[in-house]
């Protein structure tokens, strides 16, 4: 596939979403665009703003094998990736998958409200599309997408992830509140299952990995990768950051850029692209200081603010 082509699957793609999920025309479109970047998406909102049926939504429409586990304290790390049990008939231990394998997307749903243990069982699947138990090496299917929802931390019985977690979610987003128009369409409208059931597969897994190629090899000017890197350099000496954007922040910023720019039909990036997804990027990845805590400054402040001062290349 050309990038026109893509283009013109992904505009069938957010309209097929969009069925379901309505008047987040962006948040569909920043979903895609994390897919084919090969980034995982982190989902951050109050409950009953349609995160899951958001997640539901995408596995339908790109033809997904998808599976759902529910965090709550109890889960355990094996119930993600796995375990070994005895089998006395072939007196011999068996591999029994978790909810990891088998499946392109997996819905992890209030990933805050199991303990930190049982969230980082997924470090190794997020980054490497793999999972080891008992030293035997399982390869996940291709494509692998974690689609994780969270409720806000002062929520009753939620806990803040782990930081190395967080910075494997490439895009970290706020569903918000419908406008009212979309709550009387939503209210017109048959119940979600209703909804969700008459989805339609509208691209393959091939295409996906058709797509998710493209976007990989595609070429970015040297000048926009040096914008980047500054954009996170700037990050790191914030006098409110405690811990700024690492590496892997970096790479995610450049693969989401292109990824954007694919979206909007064009084969290279422009120093828009970069700051149209610089706050989703980048902002679960900042650690503040206690200063920032005090003055009540938060992370979309400090990116806003690095954004306007640093100046953009001229291409």
Partial sequence: MDAKEIQEKIDILQKEVSTVIKGKDEVIRKVIMAILASGHVLLEDVPGLGKTTLAKAFSKALGFANKRIQFTPDTMPSDIVGMSIYN???????????????????????????????????LEAMAEGCVTVDGVTHQLLEPFVVMATQNPVTSGGTQALPDSQLDRFMICLSMGYPDAESQLAILKNVSDRDLIEKVQPVMTIEDVKQAKSYVKNMQVNDEILRYIICLCEKTREHEHVELGISPRGVGALAEMAKSFALCEGRTYVLPDDVLAIFPDVCAHRLILNTKARRENVTAYEILEEISQQTEKPKL
Avoid at 106 to 122: H, V, W, Y
């Fill in 88 to 122: 006395e008939q072939t007196n011999a231990f068996e591999y029994v998958e978790g909810a990891a394998v088998n499946c392109n997307l997996l819905l992890g749903d209030e990933i805050n409200r199991t303990s930190s243990k049982t969230q980082s069982a997924l």
